[in-house]
């Protein structure tokens, strides 16, 4: 490996710590739950409900100020900030002495995972070279995904031999205090990668870009680039980040990114992580919940993840995309199928895989890939921030209406709801999602200059 491609490699793995901190920190309080309601004696539905979910509130926030901090101070210190508020909000909560010093920590937390769930990605594909994008963003799900096995593997190993009365006391706070290791880790890291060049050269910082450019890619590569990101803003239009998305030209892009965000949350993999274990009961596994969720959805996320990266910059993003609605519908309906039958056996265990893998390779990774790469420069932070409060937002509609669907249709209802949404989800990217691969940022900025009606041309 050349000495350019080793440090491309490097910076990336280091924001991509940020996923690994984002996936922990989403999942830890799903092994943690029962010891932290015995310690704060939580036993109203309302208040177990909103302990889990308070983080969203962070979650929303954290994704909205990335396109404000991003923007005005640079990728790097937003995630310095991201890094920074994770190390303190695992400590916190950790610490936590009363229930409501829990929430605002936990709200911290989530604040945390949304400006790393937005900066993360965006940063990567700035200091990418076109060839290796793909992959070094998907590099950003694969840390998110290990993130998770981690948590799950943590609090296993952490309660697994202990007594109830040791983990209300102590074991939750092990849990969550346990991610401030890796918090440190990307603290520090951070501290040694280099500005975004995009944003210094956009801020007239040229020979700065030009320095960290060339360790990059090389002398004629920095060149290059940044007589593209010049002829960029010479085409862009003028005036604030949020009239320029609104306007003619990037209107259609925003949309896309903000319809592909809430895609992936609505595909309804969330009603496989939350069926998996009744799924598996049903198929006549004995499996306790703790080890099928290492075993099976931990695993299996990861080692598809690393499929994705082997295929993204390859195969292309448009066809990972439709590959994945289009699998996920014929999961989904046949999923559905024997569920309203109440049938019973491996196949529905291996319905479950299938779907877990489908989605890991495909809408979970590439989705962030996409996003990280389709908005122009000059707004790419506060267009990112867009799309990801939008990721966010259609998570708690998810959350909030599955059980209404469940209670109106059942759960074969449920899941067929989901197939109909992958169905739209497939017909809208093989409508209006170009493929990206092997292109510069700029080059896919100049796409939508050129398209002046904001309607992709499909290649």
């Not at 208040?47 to 101070?73: D, I, K, T």
């Not at 303190?88 to 400006?115: D, E, K, N, Q, Y």
């Not at 950003?140 to 697994?160: D, F």
């Not at 501290?191 to 030009?210: I, K, N, Q, Y």
Request: net charge positive; proline share 3%; charged share 15%.
């Amino acid at each position: 490996m050349n000495p350019s491609k080793f440090y491309v490699w490097w910076i990336a793995s280091v924001a991509a710590l940020g996923g690994l901190l984002f996936g922990y920190d989403w999942v830890v309080i799903g092994g943690a739950k029962p010891f932290y309601e015995a310690h704060f004696g939580l036993s109203s539905p309302q208040v177990q409900g909103w302990a889990m979910s308070c983080a969203l509130v962070g979650c929303l926030v954290g994704a909205m100020l990335s396109g404000v901090l991003s923007e005005r101070f640079g990728r790097k210190p937003a995630l310095l900030a991201a890094a920074l508020v994770f190390t303190a909000s695992s400590v916190g909560t950790g610490m936590a002495p009363s229930f409501f010093a829990f929430v605002l920590w936990r709200m911290c937390g989530g604040l945390a995972i949304g400006l790393a769930s937005s900066l993360s990605p965006m940063y990567i594909a700035e200091v990418s070279p076109a060839r290796l994008r793909g992959r070094l963003v998907c590099l950003n799900e694969l840390t998110i995904v290990l993130g998770i096995l981690m948590a799950q593997v943590t609090n296993w190993l952490i309660a697994g031999q202990r007594t109830m009365d040791w983990n209300a006391g102590l074991g939750w706070r092990w849990m969550f205090g346990a991610t401030a290791v890796p918090a440190a880790v990307f603290l520090v890291g951070m501290l040694f990668v280099p500005e975004s060049p995009r944003w210094l050269a956009l801020r007239g910082r040229d020979d700065e870009a030009r320095r960290t450019l060339e360790r990059l890619g090389g002398v004629e590569n920095a060149s290059l680039v940044l007589a593209e990101i010049e002829e960029s803003v010479h085409h862009s239009e003028h005036g604030g980040e949020l009239q320029m998305l609104m306007g003619r030209k990037l209107r259609g892009v925003m949309l896309l990114g903000i319809g592909l965000a809430v895609l992936q949350q609505w595909c309804g993999i969330n009603v496989i992580f939350n069926y998996a274990h009744d799924i598996f009961a049903a198929a006549g596994y004995g499996l306790s919940e703790i080890l099928m969720d290492i075993v099976v959805t931990g695993v299996t996320m990861v080692l598809f993840t690393f499929l994705a990266i082997a295929t993204v910059d390859r195969n292309g993003r448009r066809v990972l995309m439709l590959s994945g609605c289009a699998g996920l519908v014929a999961i989904y309906l046949t999923l559905g199928y024997f569920l309203r039958i109440h049938s019973k056996g491996v196949h529905m265990l291996a319905l479950v895989v299938a779907a877990l893998a489908c989605y890991a390779m495909t809408l979970a990774p590439v989705t962030w890939v996409v996003l990280s790469e389709i908005f122009p420069s000059r707004v790419r932070g506060t267009a990112m921030a867009i799309a990801t409060g939008s990721l966010w937002a259609a998570c708690f509609v998810l959350t909030y209406t599955f059980p209404l669907l469940e209670a109106a249709l059942g759960t074969a209802g449920t899941f067929w709801v989901y197939a109909g949404v992958c169905a739209v989800g497939f017909a809208a990217v093989k409508r209006w999602l170009p493929e990206t691969r092997g292109r510069t940022l700029e080059e896919i900025e100049k796409q939508w200059v050129v398209v002046s009606d904001s309607r992709p041309v499909q290649t």
